[in-house]
């Protein structure tokens, strides 16, 4: 059943926590992460991710990641239409890291170009995760196509991703970010802080000991204060997650979350790492 007749939907990447799709009435698609012959649905339930970081550091080949094909970017938008939305709104991970946006772009030529708008967030993980929240927060209160798309702009305008890499050994493998890789040389000790911008992954700081990316990574996140949403991302480093949390906690709002960061982004990034996704307040100006 269709809560809205603007429906929102997006790709696993956005790291939006089930409970939270759920009531928010957001469609998901799940990429893939393929482990050797085996292609495993990027959806929370076929791949569990605690386990699969904990195996990852010992697999004897690295693992690889995909996005949703054509056909399945045109059922998922057939199914949406078929439960009652009148149009889309489908939000992702951004064109110039990925192939998610052209295979969703494919689909809804199949499903109905006219009912579909597609855009590209420009972000990963939970900073795309703020824009489907918002988005869908708007839908459900019957807001129309062109309001629903002004929101999506302001809130990326104004939301930050920023993390910290534990190791460069994941990025060099996959060979996904080779630009990252090739701006930071051979220094594979180092811990990169990076942010998300425009779609392109930037390195903004080069430490060699985790407690000064930490403490950059603190700045930048209160640089971004007066906070109206915060989640702490982490690469099966819970722990380490919310001891930063607890380090920012007198800017953090009362419902920050901590996220597990997806495998198909994790893939690339390794365990170890962790980060954050804001939006300032005043994205509502």
Same mark, same amino acid.
């Given at each position: 059943?269709?809560? *809205?007749?603007?429906?929102?939907?997006?790709?696993?990447?956005?790291?939006?926590?089930?409970?939270?799709? *759920?009531?928010?009435?957001?469609?998901? !698609?799940?990429? @893939?992460?393929?482990?050797?012959?085996?292609?495993?649905?990027?959806?929370?339930?076929?791949?569990?991710?605690?386990? @699969?970081?904990?195996?990852?550091?010992?697999?004897?080949?690295?693992?690889?990641?995909?996005?949703?094909?054509?056909?399945?970017?045109?059922?998922? @938008?057939?199914? !949406?239409?078929?439960?009652?939305?009148?149009?889309?709104?489908?939000?992702?991970?951004?064109?110039?890291?990925?192939?998610?946006?052209?295979?969703?772009?494919?689909?809804?030529?199949?499903?109905?170009?006219?009912?579909?708008?597609?855009?590209?967030?420009?972000?990963?993980?939970?900073?795309?995760?703020?824009?489907?929240?918002?988005?869908?927060?708007?839908?459900?209160?019957?807001?129309? +196509?062109?309001?629903?798309?002004?929101?999506?702009?302001?809130?990326?305008?104004?939301?930050?991703?920023?993390?910290?890499?534990?190791?460069?050994?994941?990025?060099?493998?996959? &060979?996904? $970010?080779?630009? +990252?890789?090739? *701006?930071?040389?051979?220094?594979?000790?180092?811990?990169?802080?990076?942010?998300?911008?425009?779609?392109?992954?930037?390195?903004?700081?080069?430490?060699?000991?985790?407690?000064?990316?930490?403490?950059?990574?603190?700045?930048?996140?209160?640089?971004?204060?007066?906070?109206?949403?915060?989640?702490?991302?982490?690469?099966?480093?819970?722990?380490?997650?919310?001891?930063?949390?607890?380090?920012?906690?007198?800017?953090?709002?009362?419902?920050?979350? $901590?996220?597990?960061?997806?495998?198909?982004?994790?893939?690339?990034? &390794?365990?170890?790492?962790?980060? $954050?996704?804001?939006?300032?307040?005043?994205?509502?100006?």
């Amino acid at each position: 059943m269709i809560s *809205s007749r603007i429906h929102i939907a997006a790709d696993s990447v956005c790291d939006l926590p089930a409970e939270l799709a *759920s009531s928010l009435g957001v469609s998901i !698609i799940p990429t @893939y992460v393929n482990i050797g012959e085996e292609s495993i649905a990027d959806d929370g339930v076929g791949l569990d991710r605690e386990r @699969y970081y904990r195996e990852l550091p010992r697999m004897a080949a690295q693992p690889t990641t995909a996005a949703p094909s054509p056909g399945d970017a045109a059922a998922f @938008y057939q199914r !949406i239409l078929d439960a009652g939305a009148e149009h889309i709104v489908s939000i992702h991970v951004p064109e110039s890291l990925s192939g998610t946006l052209n295979a969703m772009r494919l689909g809804a030529e199949t499903a109905g170009m006219d009912k579909i708008t597609l855009v590209d967030s420009l972000q990963l993980t939970f900073g795309i995760g703020l824009q489907v929240w918002a988005a869908a927060e708007l839908a459900l209160t019957g807001a129309g +196509l062109n309001d629903i798309l002004e929101r999506i702009q302001r809130v990326r305008d104004h939301c930050k991703v920023y993390a910290i890499i534990d190791t460069m050994e994941y990025l060099r493998r996959s &060979g996904r $970010v080779s630009s +990252l890789v090739a *701006s930071l040389g051979g220094l594979l000790r180092i811990k990169p802080v990076i942010r998300v911008d425009h779609g392109d992954i930037e390195p903004i700081g080069r430490m060699r000991a985790w407690s000064r990316a930490e403490q950059r990574l603190r700045e930048l996140t209160r640089a971004e204060a007066p906070l109206e949403r915060l989640a702490v991302l982490h690469i099966a480093n819970r722990v380490g997650a919310e001891s930063f949390l607890e380090s920012i906690r007198d800017i953090a709002p009362s419902d920050t979350l $901590v996220i597990e960061t997806t495998p198909t982004l994790g893939t690339h990034i &390794g365990p170890g790492s962790i980060g $954050v996704a804001t939006l300032n307040r005043n994205w509502r100006r």
